[in-house]
């Protein structure tokens, strides 16, 4: 019987050290994800930068 050790629960990139990691992994509050697989979390701050830039449109088209 597979254990919660023994499920894949995504990669992540660590803030403070900019490696990505999975299974063995840091504290939350240094770490963005989860992500699918390992390439996507390597782009998670690419990610957030567009994330960010798309939720400020939409923040000023909706202001006027």
Do not use: C, Q
Request: zero cysteines; a negative charge; aromatic letters at 8%.
């Amino acid at each position: 019987m597979a254990t919660a050790e023994d499920s894949d629960e995504g990669w992540y990139f660590n803030v403070r050290t900019r490696n990505v990691e999975h299974h063995d992994r840091s504290p939350g509050s240094d770490l963005l994800g989860p992500y699918p697989d390992e390439a996507t979390a390597a782009r998670a701050l690419e990610i957030a930068k567009e994330r960010t830039r798309k939720a400020d449109a939409e923040d000023e088209a909706w202001e006027g």
